[in-house]
């Protein structure tokens, strides 16, 4: 995934261009209206199908030109990009201009970053949409398929449920990625679940009792304090 960060505060900008390149992301920035907007033209005009998604973080108040102005003028030109506008003002005014100018998303500061990324995630996948979201996963024994939301191991269904099933389908979409616990929830229970609650732990637990419990490779590993991962076991050299 690509992201253009237009913001214009300096330290919000620099930590949020960390993490993102962090988080193994493209990073373009601009600190200006006009030089954001041009930002995106030329990008629109650069990427050629096939390429990973583009996803604009847009700030709403931005010397030169604010962010609505940029967001109409975009959307006027038929820039596809999604749009995740950024704003220090909760009122609810604001943000529904916001997305009747075209904006994706809209996030209040302060934030997490980890809901940053969930949504910035979310984003991707629906520009990405459903045609080039594979029918099936497959991790080690562990196949899903999407379609069906029908999981089995080594050829035997797992009896998951709705939720489990979520749980496995983010786990397995990155193999070997570590997913933290704030992930897991904004991903799989939504961006209001209260973040102390336990119940991404409670699932796990519910998961590995059925698709590791009494296997001699389990694929689920916790990595103390940090979060979950899921990846098939190294071959025997």
Not at 164 to 171: T, V
Request: net charge negative; charged share 25%; proline share 6%.
């Amino acid at each position: 995934m690509n992201i253009i960060l237009i913001e214009d505060d300096p330290r919000i900008a620099d930590f949020l261009q960390r993490g993102l390149k962090a988080e193994g992301l493209q990073v373009q920035r601009a600190a200006t209206g006009p030089e954001g907007l041009a930002l995106v033209q030329d990008a629109a005009r650069q990427t050629a199908p096939g390429h990973p998604p583009t996803v604009v973080v847009l700030d709403l108040m931005l010397p030169g030109m604010n962010g609505l102005d940029i967001c109409q003028t975009l959307r006027a030109q038929g820039v596809p990009f999604p749009i995740l506008m950024l704003t220090a003002l909760s009122a609810l005014e604001e943000r529904v201009a916001g997305l009747r100018m075209g904006a994706d998303d809209y996030l209040c500061k302060p934030f997490e970053f980890e809901e940053l990324l969930a949504r910035l995630e979310a984003l991707c996948r629906r520009a990405q949409g459903m045609a080039t979201r594979p029918s099936h996963l497959q991790v080690a024994d562990i196949v899903l398929d999407r379609d069906s939301m029908r999981a089995t191991r080594a050829g035997e269904v797992l009896n998951l449920t709705a939720r489990e099933l979520a749980l496995l389908e983010l786990l397995m979409s990155a193999p070997g990625r570590l997913f933290s616990r704030e992930r897991i929830l904004s991903s799989v229970w939504g961006l209001n679940e209260d973040p102390l609650t336990n119940v991404v732990d409670v699932y796990i637990r519910r998961l590995r009792s059925k698709i590791d419990e009494g296997r001699d490779s389990p694929l689920i590993q916790t990595m103390r304090g940090l979060g979950y991962r899921l990846e098939a076991p190294a071959e025997a050299g």
